[in-house]
């Protein structure tokens, strides 16, 4: 069964970098990583940033200009570059796939904390 897996999560303080990595693990139909969304303490999950695979992209107004989301189609994985972090992007960090024959699926998560 293929599976998300991501990592490159951490404890960094405010104004630092992360980058995280999402691959596919196992054996089975496709699933194509499409996404990041994070969840905080006590909220909801939320959209970070998307891409497609024709390259085009999409963020969230608070991770614009500061987030970085890129694809290898080659490696059928997606990565986060996050620069400029601040105490907010504290969260659960997950990759999102969309699956061969449809559906969404999600990783285990990795977890950013950004403090001093």
């Known amino acids: 069964q293929v599976r998300l897996v991501e990592s490159g999560g951490g404890l960094v303080q405010p104004g630092g970098s992360l980058r995280l990595s999402c691959v596919t693990s196992g054996s089975g139909p496709t699933i194509q990583p499409v996404g990041w969304h994070r969840q905080g303490p006590g909220k909801e999950r939320e959209l970070v940033a998307s891409?497609?695979?024709?390259?085009?992209?999409t963020y969230a107004p608070s991770v614009k200009g500061r987030f970085t989301i890129s694809r290898d189609n080659a490696k059928n994985a997606v990565y986060l570059q996050m620069n400029s972090l601040k105490p907010e992007d504290t969260a659960g960090y997950y990759c999102k796939g969309s699956g061969l024959f449809g559906g969404d699926y999600w990783g285990q998560g990795t977890q950013v904390t950004v403090s001093t």
């Open positions: 891409i497609r695979r024709s390259g085009v992209t």
